[in-house]
């Protein structure tokens, strides 16, 4: 049930838009996320915050930013049958 959860997270197109961004773009500000891909800073804050909750995204802090970057474990996880 785990996994499906988790998978449920790709049901949005923006949500994977999120992930190839931060598959290219690694320890990205929100702001830059939102900006370069041209959607509404609550829309991007939500779908990484969900993803985060997924364990799919890790995020540092830097001063006042937030960074976020693809969980390759976390992400690996999801397809890993002994879960």
């Known amino acids: 049930m785990q996994e499906v959860l988790h998978l449920s997270n790709l049901s949005k197109p923006v949500t994977v838009e999120i992930l190839e961004y931060l598959k290219m773009n690694p320890n990205s500000p929100v702001m830059a996320v939102y900006k370069d891909l041209d959607i ?7 779908n990484l915050k969900r993803l985060y909750n997924a364990n799919m995204v890790s995020k ?4 006042q930013k937030v960074k976020y970057s693809l969980n390759l474990y976390g ?9």
Do not use: K, M, V, Y
């Open 40 to 46: 509404e800073q609550s829309i991007c804050s939500i």
């Open 60 to 63: 540092i802090r830097d001063g």
């Open 75 to 83: 992400i690996a996880d999801l397809f890993d049958s002994n879960t």
